[in-house]
């Protein structure tokens, strides 16, 4: 067969995408994910495994797909991955599991993303049984209810552990839900792959900030033999420079927080309005940026975003950044903002801004970009959104006496294990690396869940 050309899936048209909220991508219909399936080569060893954070057996669940047998594809990825159809749409495959596979270097690599959300959503259709576990053992805390959390509280239970998933939000999901855009993720599969989890026996509490609600001490004395901390890294990073308090100047993590998590793109049917003027500027080039952007443009924004470097070493993905074009979102490459202005009432009408040069490649590898003398000039703008990064909240870490913190403000823990300098008490995710993928946090979260295990056996860690 001729394995050199990959199934694309069906977008939504450009012109009526920018108007709603709705998902852009389709997905794979049946006839192509099986077409895609025996893409496979089915390689003896293979590679893609190796690239995958949470080791799904990623030949094992496309070979059930090319058989059209969806119901084994999908109990294949759930014996690693709780969460598909999540990460079948977020996760950066393109740099993992696809960039390893042996035919990527002939031809396209097999579509090992979309036909994992294309499992998850049969899974939808067909209402697949699984078995549920008992809940016997060890009561374990679980800090955080995004990624990491999820990851970690599914593979405990699975392993006979009594596990309370403990939220601050009043919805489960973390940057799953109040961070990513509905036209990326729909809320509904969040919502369902965490039903699934809570079938496990998890038990979910929300409207619960562990470090307020109740103290860190608390926990220890209500049994919990091992605590995970999973909180992510939910705090705005500004650029520090003037006029940042000006009325139409967003964190990304406001701005999305507001869209997503409280629906602002559907007030006054929701309770939480969101503003933006006729031209809004994005700053940053990674994912946030650009889910920023999109959102911003479908709530009737003409909207560019401001990168400090060029296209070539922006850190989105690609497919995002494509669409971002397509959608009609300018972009500024080697531009950077040094002021925003504002106006006699307070609210922003310009940003100041300087042109670039790159240079030598700086800490991240990147070329590091160089401020060209003489080059400022100010752009017009009624609103700006700043998706810089983010950090770790300090709100729960700064509450646990003896929890080593690294000089970015995060938990310093064992990249293996997740242990950290508190005995019986774990980290994982964004919390310990800053920001960075969901499947680089659920990774963290199965490593520290299998380390968690041998520590209530009484085993060495490092075995």
Partial sequence: MDRSKRMEPEKQPVSQRVRNFEEVSHGLTKENAVKEALRCLQCKKPACVKGCPVEINIPGFIKKIAEKDFEGAIRILKEKNVLPGICGRVCPQETQCE???????????VAIGLLERFAADMEKEKSVPHIVPARPGWKVAVIGSGPAGITCASELVRNGCQVTIFESLHMPGGVLSYGIPEFRLPKRIVQEEIEFVKKLGVELVTDFIVGKTITFDDLRSMGYRAIFIGVGAGLPTFAGIPGENLLGVYSANEFLTRVNLMKAYKFPQSDTPINVGEKVAVIGGGNVALDSARSALRLGASVTVLYRRTEKEMPARREEYENA??????????????????????KLCGIKVVRMKLGEPDESGR????????????????????AIG????????????????????????????????????????DITTGAATVISAMGAGKKSAQAIIKYLQGLDLSS
């Fill in 390 to 429: 983010q950090r770790p909240n300090p709100v729960l870490i700064s509450t646990i006496s003896g929890l080593k913190i690294g000089r970015h403000g995060t938990i310093e823990a064992d990249s293996e294990t997740g242990a950290t300098s508190i005995e019986g008490v774990f980290a994982g995710g």
């Fill in 367 to 386: 070329a590091k970009p160089i401020p060209i003398p003489g080059s400022e000039t100010i752009l017009q703008f009624q609103t700006a959104i700043v």
């Fill in 99 to 109: 960039q390893l596979c042996v035919l990527g270097k002939k031809a396209s690599p």
């Fill in 325 to 346: 074009r397509e959608e009609g979102i300018a972009f500024e490459f080697l531009t950077l903002p040094v002021e925003f202005t504002g106006d006699d009432s307070g």
